[in-house]
């Protein structure tokens, strides 16, 4: 029988949701494994660099590691059922929401976590069987909770303090009314079947705010929401039906795009500009930082300075690469979203993702 490919990853962990639902989508054989610390600290560290999930490990010795990185790697060998649409409109969209996804949920998904306090004993209970999974209760426990010490620690970073906290609260309720008004509508985000926004923003979704124990049924009282939350959650032996014609955008995701552009285009414009300042200051440097200096969230009316992280970039780099954001019919769309100020100039320096840091290219 030959070796599948192994997928380390834990179920609290986004990036791995979004991996594993789009697997099981593809129908890509593969084994999940939860990594303990010694695989962390002896395999995925050495591997990639540092210790992150998901990782890849596949029968020819090939690492991977970045979820998106991931995807694209897959697509490129399985071309059924792709998930990223073949017209330009729809591509954007739905690439726009992996964006929105990937970088800006984790405020809410790290906030929800950890600031509810009766998320806390849960939590360290998974940290700890899956990174000890031999050891007794209290050792896990004691070892768990220093990781999530850590995790926790993200949140001032990323600007989410006492002040922010019910501001962004607002803001995700809003969205996942949203959500649940479109997917009354739509089977999935673009339509009859399921595009690259649809796994990442199920992994931000089921991995933190489904999952975990507080607050309780943030999710489950959106009923739509909630139906297709458990549709990406499951085998995809449903009938799958065709993207709209004609490049078209469903009614009501439109808003929820512009939603997550008032929300999100700030920080990617101050993400670029970071960018442009320190190729300017280090023209001899390759590493690029994981941070260029400080930025600003604001989020409904209320504002915080937070790290100004580089990642984003190469996300913003990556919608430009496989989507031709030139034609005029596109540029009135990003407009329209209020996405212009992000995707109407040339970005001021290549970049590339390699062992799972940034470097130029």
Known sequence: MAKKDRLLGWDVSPYTAKVRSYFNYKNIPYDYRPPNAHTLFRKVQPAVGKIIMPTVFRPDGTVLQDSSHIIDVYEMENRHKPVFPETPKQAFASMLVELFADEWLPMASLHYRWNHKGNLTFIIGEFGKNALPYFPGFVQRTVAKKFAGKMSGYLPILGITKKMEPKLEVAVESLLSQLDQHFMA?????????????????????????????????????????????????????????????????????PIMQTMASLHAPLLEQSIEGAKAWAEKHPEKDRIPPRFGDSTLTIEGESETRYNL????????????????????????????????????????????KRARLQKN
Not at 191 to 214: K, M, N, V, W
Not at 312 to 324: A, G, L, S, T
Not at 337 to 347: A, K, N, Q, R
């Open 186 to 254: 739509c089977k999935f985000l673009l339509g009859g079947q399921p595009t690259i926004g649809d796994f990442a923003l199920y992994g931000q979704l089921y991995a933190h705010l489904h999952r975990d124990p507080e607050p309780v049924d943030l999710i489950r009282k959106y009923d739509h929401l909630y139906i297709w939350l458990m549709a990406m959650n499951g085998a995809f032996d449903q009938p799958l039906e065709d993207l709209p014609p004609n490049d078209e955008i469903p009614e009501t995701l439109t």
């Open 310 to 353: 580089s990642y984003p970039y190469w996300m913003v780099q990556r919608i430009k690469q496989k989507v031709d954001t030139e034609p005029t019919e596109l540029k009135v769309f990003i407009k329209e979203l209020g996405f212009d100020s992000v995707f109407s100039e040339p970005l001021p320096v290549k970049v590339e993702l």
